[in-house]
Antibody
Framework: QVQLVESGGGVVQPGRSLRLSCAAS????????MHWVRQAPGKGLEWVAF????????YYADSVKGRFTISRDNSKNTLYLQMNSLRAEDTAVYYC???????????????WGQGTLVTVSS | DLQMTQSPSSLSASVGDRVTITCRAS??????LNWYQQKPGRAPKLLIY???TLQSGVPSRFTGNGSETDFTLTISSLQPEDFATYYC?????FGPGTKVDIK
């Protein structure tokens, strides 16, 4: 079965950096677009970033554009989110999410990891 | 920019009740609308995609309808495990959520 396991969260000071990882298994990782979606404590869901199955295209929410970078290593079945210049408003649980169909950009979030908490605080 | 609204923001219901949640888009989105269920401390779960297609493994008491700007999620007979928050979503935009709790 599909498994997505995030890691790398923690407490970080404003302005610093953090890299999240997501280890994928149970499906052909290299065939699916992948997303990061976040949820601030007690708040709703916010889409953050997307990367195409082969890494050739990437999209970002305006709130993170220029600060966050999504990437993937298909040889390691791993998705990443490099987060720079972190702000208090980036505090959230970050979910790694698999899109629903191979090689397409559907924004249909079929499988989710358990999430990793990022807290930006001095 | 596309805006998604949901109503009500919360509701109280009893086991066995029929529950309907509404989602409205600020512009026409055809049938590109998904519904998710999220329980406290858990990741969201895809229930319905393309407005009315039931995701594999989701009970048939969940139905989705609508097109263009107006959509509904209906739970025909509320079960104890259905108490949760429900989100609609179109591409990069989520609705604010509807919390369903026990009356």
């Amino acid at each position: 079965q599909v498994q997505l396991v995030e890691s790398g969260g923690g407490v970080v000071q404003p302005g610093r950096s953090l890299r999240l990882s997501c280890a994928a298994s149970g499906f052909t990782f290299s065939s699916y677009g992948m997303h990061w979606v976040r949820q601030a404590p007690g708040k709703g869901l916010e889409w953050v970033a997307f990367i195409l199955y082969d890494g050739s295209d990437k999209y970002y929410a305006d709130s993170v554009k220029g600060r966050f970078t999504i990437s993937r290593d298909n040889s390691k079945n791993t998705l990443y989110l490099q987060m720079n210049s972190l702000r208090a408003e980036d505090t959230a649980v970050y979910y790694c999410v698999k899109d629903r169909e191979e090689e397409l950009v559907l924004y249909s979030f079929e499988n989710w990891g358990q999430g990793t908490l990022v807290t930006v605080s001095s | 920019d596309l805006q998604m609204t949901q109503s009500p923001s919360s509701l109280s219901a009893s086991v066995g009740d029929r529950v309907t949640i509404t989602c409205r888009a600020s512009q026409s989105i055809s049938n590109y609308l998904n519904w998710y269920q999220q329980k406290p401390g858990r990741a969201p779960k895809l229930l319905i995609y393309d407005a009315s297609t039931l995701q594999s493994g989701v009970p048939s008491r969940f139905t989705g309808n609508g097109s263009e700007t107006d959509f509904t999620l209906t739970i025909s007979s509320l079960q104890p495990e259905d108490f949760a928050t429900y989100y609609c979503q179109q591409r990069r935009t989520f609705g604010p959520g509807t919390k369903v709790d026990i009356k």
